[in-house]
């Protein structure tokens, strides 16, 4: 009997694994903010898979829709709506929409975020600053304050914040966006130890170069790709799924002992401040 039990293990090294997987979530409600495409559609297919009832939203309507009916389509528990987070009445909207049609929320991915500015540091405005602050940075705070009363009410729950490599490395052209993102470094730990008695853990993910749309800029260049291989142990760009694969981790149990930590998914780039 054993032997044979290691022969299936052998031959379905994963299986155990993926029956946990589908259902270590159930029960639970997430919000995805930007989450119609790139990291965040993919950290809302992650965490639906594993049982949760995602919240997806994007500026257009058209965008919402379709990544709704996509969701659907991969029997995932979903709803969808229209939310800027740089918006305080957008922001309400989403959390009073949730809990009416959810009855509550669990988790929180904070991943919606801006870069109207590309050149010297010198040569931004305060209206850029002003911009990339608001959303990438007081928006996440803002959204997290109003999420935690209702995190509260359930017994716990998780924020994960998604930053960037660039927190680590400003990123030439990308200077106060890759400040914006050094700052949810610092909100992670700064809520962390503030929201650990009530249950809720406070994590991170910095993404490094991964195929999306928002950064095709760089990743659409082969030449800047190649200098950027360089600095990689794993010799590609990273897929989307690969960072919401993290995010669904950090929002599990077998993630209950972390708290206020940032988890780098470069590919081996280096990252520290």
């Known amino acids: 009997m054993i032997r044979s039990a ?26 995805v903010t930007a989450s119609t495409d790139g990291i965040g559609l993919a950290a809302a297919q ?10 997806v939203s994007s500026r ?16 995932i528990q979903v709803t969808g709506t229209t939310c800027n987070v740089g918006n305080g009445e957008d922001r309400e909207k989403l959390i009073q929409m949730t ?9 929180l991915v904070s991943n919606a975020a801006v870069n109207p500015f590309f050149g010297n ?34 017994g716990g729950g998780n924020v994960i914040f998604v930053s960037s490599v660039a ?6 052209g990308l200077g106060p966006y890759s400040v914006s993102k050094t700052a949810l470094l610092g909100l992670t730990r700064a809520l962390a130890p503030e929201l650990a008695h009530s249950n809720i853990r406070v994590n991170c993910v910095a993404p490094g170069i991964i195929k999306t749309r928002f950064s095709s800029a760089l990743w ?4 800047i790709v190649e200098k950027f291989k360089k600095h990689l142990s794993i010799k590609r760009i990273g897929e989307p799924e690969e960072i919401g ?9 077998d993630a209950s002992y972390i708290t206020g930590e940032t988890i780098t998914v470069t590919g081996g780039m280096g990252s520290r401040l």
Not at 46 to 55: I, Q, T
Not at 60 to 75: E, F, M, R, T, W
């Open 220 to 223: 659409e260049n082969e030449g």
């Open 245 to 253: 694969g993290v995010i669904a981790f950090l929002c599990s149990q």
């Open 121 to 154: 540091i010198m040569d931004s405005t305060e209206d850029v600053w002003d911009k990339i602050l608001a959303v990438n940075v007081k928006a996440s705070f803002l959204l997290t304050k109003l999420v935690v009363p209702h995190m509260e009410k359930r």
């Open 6 to 31: 290691f022969r299936f293990l052998r031959a379905n090294p994963l299986s155990g694994q993926q029956r946990m997987s589908q259902s270590c979530l159930a029960g639970k409600v997430a919000i």
């Open 167 to 172: 927190g680590y490395q400003p990123m030439k």
């Open 46 to 55: 992650a965490l639906g898979k594993r049982g949760a009832h995602v919240v």
């Open 99 to 107: 809990l009416d049609q959810c009855g509550g929320i669990d988790i």
């Open 60 to 75: 257009p309507q058209a965008n919402v829709d379709k990544a709704v009916a996509l969701l659907q389509s991969q029997s």
